[in-house]
Nanobody
Framework: QVQLVEFGGGLVQAGGSLRLSCATS????????LAWFRQAPGKEREFVAA????????YNADSVKGRFTISRDNAKNMVYLQMNSLKPEDTAVYYC???????????????WGQGTQVTVSS
C-alpha cells in the first residue's frame, strides 16, 4: 500500500525556517519522482519542488527558488523540504506527492499525502 505521510508543519514568524518531512514506503520511494505542492485557502494547488529518484536532479518553482530546498534520504525513504526566509504568502497546506515526471503540474501525480499546515505570521 502506498503511503505518504507529511509532518513538520507549524506556525513560524516571517523570516523564519521550517523543515517538512515526508515518509514513504520503499516501493513509492524507488518508483516515483517525489514532490511538494501547496494549497492556500481559496487558491488552486500549486507546485513547489520535485526531486528525481537519485536526488541528482531537482526542480523548484520560481516563487521559492533560493529559499526552499528539496532533498531525499534514500536510506530512510524520506523526502524533505527545507524552507528558509519564509513569507506570509507561503502560508498553505503543504502536500507530499509521488509523480511520474520531474515537472510542475498535478496531471501525473499518482499519490498524495494528507497535508500539513504551514502558517507564516507577519
Amino acid at each position: 500500500q502506498v503511503q505518504l505521510v507529511e509532518f513538520g508543519g507549524g506556525l513560524v514568524q516571517a523570516g523564519g525556517s521550517l523543515r517538512l518531512s515526508c515518509a514513504t514506503s520503499a516501493r513509492t520511494f524507488s518508483s516515483y519522482v517525489l514532490a511538494w505542492f501547496r494549497q492556500a485557502p481559496g487558491k488552486e494547488r500549486e507546485f513547489v519542488a520535485a526531486t528525481s529518484w537519485s536526488g541528482a536532479k531537482t526542480y523548484n518553482a520560481d516563487s521559492v527558488k533560493g529559499r526552499f530546498t528539496i532533498s531525499r534520504d534514500n536510506a530512510k525513504n524520506m523526502v524533505y523540504l527545507q524552507m528558509n526566509s519564509l513569507k506570509p504568502e507561503d502560508t498553505a497546506v503543504y502536500y507530499c506527492a509521488a509523480k511520474q515526471r520531474i515537472v510542475s503540474g498535478t496531471a501525473d501525480v499518482a499519490y498524495w499525502g494528507q497535508g500539513t499546515q504551514v502558517t507564516v505570521s507577519s
